[in-house]
């Protein structure tokens, strides 16, 4: 059997499974295994050499989902190959110079430290109106955030091909 990939995601309001979804999909085309899975619904890593996690970020923050896979599975991801992202940002240019060049939470860096992960990255999100709770419209007209679909796929499709390079030993 080839090499099996997790790829588990925290997602609010959809967007950030979609990004899950579409590594997935180009870590499957490149022959390698990969299940996609919301984290909280993750039991066993065992089955996984390698596992992609990601969450949408709010205020900067991750969802608690990802946030407790990350510190529950410590040691375990520690002894595998990781890849982290964050999604989130709905600006025009650098997703990393949004959340200020960081790209994880600081209450997770710690963590992240001791896993070792590979690359950590930051995509761009979605920022939808219909789907907004009364707080948040308020909070994003105040803000004056843009609304849209800010995903760039190439560049996460460029990032899971090259995982899934890393991963088939051509890197």
Do not use: C
Request: glycine content about 8%; aromatic content about 8%.
């Amino acid at each position: 059997m080839g090499t099996q990939v997790l790829v588990a995601y925290a997602t609010k309001y959809g967007a950030t499974a979609e990004i899950a979804e579409k590594i997935g999909q180009v870590l499957r085309e490149a022959g390698l295994g990969a299940d996609v899975l919301p984290a909280d619904r993750v039991s066993d890593l065992g089955p996984y050499q390698a596992v992609v996690l990601g969450s949408a970020v709010y205020m900067f923050h991750w969802r608690k989902q990802a946030a407790a896979f990350l510190k529950a599975n410590e040691k375990a991801l520690a002894e595998r190959p990781v890849w982290l992202f964050s999604s989130g940002p709905t600006t025009e240019g650098d997703a990393g110079a949004f959340l200020q060049d960081k790209r994880l939470p600081d209450a997770l860096q710690p963590i992240a430290d001791r896993v070792r992960p590979r690359d950590t990255a930051v995509f761009h999100g979605v920022l939808d109106a219909k789907k907004l709770n009364p707080l948040e419209k308020w909070m994003m007209k105040n803000m004056k955030a843009p609304l849209g679909d800010f995903r760039r796929w190439d560049a996460i499709t460029a990032w899971a091909t090259a995982i899934a390079t890393a991963l088939k030993g051509n890197a």
